[in-house]
């Protein structure tokens, strides 16, 4: 680190406000400026998944917002379905001149601009829905899936269909749930809209198994 790096960093710590017991005003890692809570009837566009939420978090110098949701989701994660690598809560400048498309349901991020989870040296790409979706999903009947990161049976060349939308699978080396017993595939997408409501909303689950995932640097 230079000298004056070294000041700075100084100087930053030395004229930071006394921590009071609320703690430090809420920053995040997408924004240089510190945040302030949002509160309002009047929706806002979130700078990371372009949805309007009226409670959030807001600078007022740039016109930034982020929802609550967002604001607890991790920058870098280490996904089971691409060990290798950490993967990143991306930006969309950082990918749009990539034909990328998420490895679970497929989305292609040229033309959204949300932030998705992204190893950029393999353009793996993963959209936040499927880097949260959990291991193994109950649905009605009590049938469990199982998350794959392949069809387990690839090989094989037999096509394979989505048991929810009757679709094709497009790709056998993406995310997808599976039963052994029923030799049933499911979509990602589709098991995931498919599955019953519970106490712990589908969005809260998502973050809590993305904050099992988190790794810093
Ligand atoms: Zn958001
Ligand atoms: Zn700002
Ligand atoms: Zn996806
Ligand atoms: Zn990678
Ligand atoms: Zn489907």
């Given amino acids: 680190m ?3 790096q070294n000041r700075l960093q100084t100087l ?3 004229n930071r406000p006394p921590t009071t017991l ?3 005003p809420p920053t995040h890692f997408s924004h240089h400026h510190t945040l302030k809570e949002y509160n309002s009837d009047k929706p806002l566009a979130c700078n990371l998944c372009r949805s309007e939420y009226s409670t959030g ?3 007022s110098d740039c016109n930034y917002f982020i929802d609550k949701t967002c604001f607890s989701v991790p920058s870098m994660i280490q996904h089971m379905s691409h060990p290798q690598h950490p993967l990143r809560l991306t930006c969309y400048l950082d990918y749009q001149n990539e034909n990328v498309n998420c490895r679970g349901c497929q989305v ?3 033309s959204s601009r949300i932030r998705a989870y992204y190893c950029a040296p393999c353009k793996f790409i993963l959209s ?7 291991k193994t999903l109950t649905l009605a009947d009590n049938i469990s899936y199982e998350l794959f990161f392949e069809f387990p049976f690839k090989h094989e060349n037999a096509e394979v269909k989505c048991s929810i939308c009757s679709n094709k699978v497009v790709i056998k080396d993406g995310l997808l749930y599976y039963n052994l017993e029923h030799d049933e595939t499911l979509h ?9 409501k519970k106490k712990m909303t589908k969005m809260d ?3 809590q198994q993305l904050n099992e995932a988190r790794i810093t640097e």
């Fill in 188 to 196: 990602v997408s589709c098991a995931l809209t498919k599955e019953p």
């Fill in 57 to 59: 978090y807001f600078c």
């Fill in 205 to 207: 689950r998502s973050i």
């Fill in 12 to 14: 930053a710590t030395t």
């Fill in 108 to 110: 292609n991020f040229n």
């Fill in 22 to 24: 609320t703690g430090h």
């Fill in 2 to 4: 230079g000298k004056l």
């Fill in 128 to 134: 936040r829905q499927c880097a949260g979706a959990p």
